[in-house]
C-alpha cells in the first residue's frame, strides 16, 4: 500500500533549520524512512514501551521497544493486509506494537481517521489511547518534527493532529460506534471477550469496502474470534 513520499513541502521543519540544507535535507530523509514502514521507527530505537510488570528490572520499566523477528514480521504482514486477526498470548508484545501502528497512521499520513476500539471507553481510554500517547510522548524531539496534538496534550479518548486532519479516536464495543464515521482503520482489542463481538466486527466491514483497514487482536477464546481466525466465520 502507498502511503505517499514526502517532499520538503510537506515535511514542517524545525525552527531553526533552514530548507535546502543539510540538516534539513537528513529530516526529510528520516521522515520518509519513517512513513515508508513503521518498522524503521523501532529499528531506530525511538519507540518505547512501559513495562509494569518488572518494576525492580535494573533497565527500569521504560524500555525500547524490542525488535524481535516475529514483531518484525507481524508488521509486514499488517502493512499488506487490509484485514488482520492475531491470537496471541501475554508478554508477546502485540498490543504495543498494534498501537504503535495505528499511531504511525496517525501520525504520518494526513486525513487518517482512526479508530481504537475496546471492551467500554474506559478500556479504550486507559489500555489503548494512553498507550498510544505514552509512546507519542517517548518519542525524541530531535528524532523528527512530530505533528502536535490539538492543545498540546492527549484528551480522553482521542489524540487530534489537526494540522495534518488525522487523530486517533478511543471507542467501546458495539455495533453501532463505526456505522456513521469512514474509518481508515480500526483496531479492536480483546475482542474475543467483548458481550457484542460479533456484531462489532461485522460494523467494520464498511472500512474494508472502502480501501481501509481493520486488525483485531485478543487472547484466543472459542466463538466467532476463533472463527475469524481459522477463516471459519460466516
Not at 194 to 204: A, D, K, L, P
Request: net charge neutral; with cysteine; hydrophobic share 40%.
Amino acid at each position: 500500500m502507498d502511503y505517499g513520499t514526502p517532499t520538503a513541502d510537506d515535511v514542517e521543519l524545525p525552527r531553526g533549520v533552514e530548507p535546502n540544507t543539510k540538516r534539513a535535507d537528513d529530516i526529510i530523509t528520516r521522515v520518509k524512512r519513517y512513513r515508508e514502514h513503521p518498522w524503521a521507527a523501532i529499528e531506530d530505537g525511538i519507540v518505547w514501551t512501559l513495562d509494569s510488570v518488572k518494576l525492580f528490572d535494573p533497565k527500569g520499566v521504560i524500555k525500547p521497544f524490542p525488535q524481535h523477528a516475529y514483531l518484525r514480521e507481524c508488521t509486514d504482514i499488517w502493512l499488506t493486509h487490509q484485514l488482520t486477526a492475531w491470537p496471541k498470548s501475554r508478554r508477546m508484545v502485540l498490543s504495543w506494537l498494534m498501537i504503535w501502528n495505528h499511531l504511525w497512521l496517525g501520525m504520518f499520513h494526513p486525513g487518517a481517521h482512526v479508530y481504537m476500539q475496546s471492551i467500554n471507553e474506559q478500556n479504550a481510554n486507559d489500555e489503548l489511547i494512553a498507550r498510544a500517547g505514552f509512546i507519542y510522548d517517548h518519542i525524541p524531539e530531535s528524532a523528527f518534527p512530530k505533528p502536535k496534538l490539538k492543545q498540546g496534550k492527549v484528551m480522553w479518548c482521542l489524540m487530534e493532529f489537526p494540522r495534518i486532519y488525522s487523530f486517533l479516536k478511543g471507542v467501546p464495543q458495539g455495533a453501532n460506534q463505526l456505522r456513521g464515521p469512514t474509518a481508515s482503520a480500526v483496531l479492536m482489542d480483546e475482542a474475543a471477550f467483548w458481550e457484542h463481538g460479533r456484531e462489532s466486527f461485522g460494523s467494520t466491514k464498511p472500512a474494508t469496502e472502502g480501501g481501509g483497514r481493520v486488525t483485531v487482536i485478543s487472547s484466543m477464546q472459542r466463538g466467532w474470534y476463533r472463527d475469524l481466525c481459522f477463516d471459519e466465520i460466516e
